[in-house]
């Protein structure tokens, strides 16, 4: 497949793996983490956002809409994710511009051409591009056809993965990355689906197989209030990595940056009064991980 749904790229990223890196958002996530940041990703489709501050409340968008997915209720403006089909001719019927979409298609080329603009500032800094989301996997026969194109360049080329996927997907797409920024989002299978919709056994097993095959791996845990961030689950991510053989984690705090676009998506944001974690509160958690002789750091 020669397209692929991406809701944005981003140039001059530099967390998002060594160096500079330009880094393309891909659209669709088989997890639904209540404290996702970038909750546009997650449908796998193209998606209407509403802005209230922009809206005027003419209504015209609503006929504008033939598949009948448009409407007012109590003051504001709904649509119906189920009759939404992405055709975006909404758009042009509203004159404030509060209806924009978020996704498209790109090809291959398109992308390729774009990520070339900045190769020189990816040489200079070893840098690359990184695949993000939402999660790349979901499309990958894009993957097949978008890595080679983007190694003919000598580019380095990072995954940012939830690490879900069918074990033929990811040992089939995988190596193709020169380096997987893999979650663990917790140690726990329960807990881990409790928050995220999904168990966790399959994302281990292919962090396992990715391990076992040498493939160049940086474990990133998202460190989230009540969910994952006592000191016990320190210990126990400690006895899963070591169990692993992992010697490396990177620490991600909890911020509230997706805060913005849940209003946007019309939906209700689970963190909205939940405090944002700094490195200065994980000193004793990141200091488990040191004392067990694994480089823990942000
Ligand atoms: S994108 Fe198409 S189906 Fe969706 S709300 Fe707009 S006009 Fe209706
Ligand atoms: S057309 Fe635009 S400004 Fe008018 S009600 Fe619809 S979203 Fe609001």
Redesign the pocket.
Known sequence: MDQGLIFNIQKFSIHDGPGIRTTVFFKGCPLHCRWCANPESQSGKIVIL?DAK?????????P?CKKGAISFQEGR?VIDRNKCDGCQECLA????H??TREGESRSVADIVALCLQDKDFYEESNGGVTLSGGEALLQPAFLEKLLPALKAHDIHVALETTGFASAATFQKIAPLFDLLLFDVKHHDSIKHREMTGVTNEQILANLLWACKNGLEILPRIPVIPDFNNSLDDARSFVALFRKLNIFQVQLLPFHQFGQGKYDLLNRKYAYGNIKALYKEDLKDYQEIFIQNGIDCFF
Request: glycine letters at 12%; aromatic letters at 12%; a positive charge.
């Open positions: 509403w922009k809206c005027s409340g003419c209504k015209k968008c609503i504008g403006i019927f509203c004159p404030q509060a209806l």
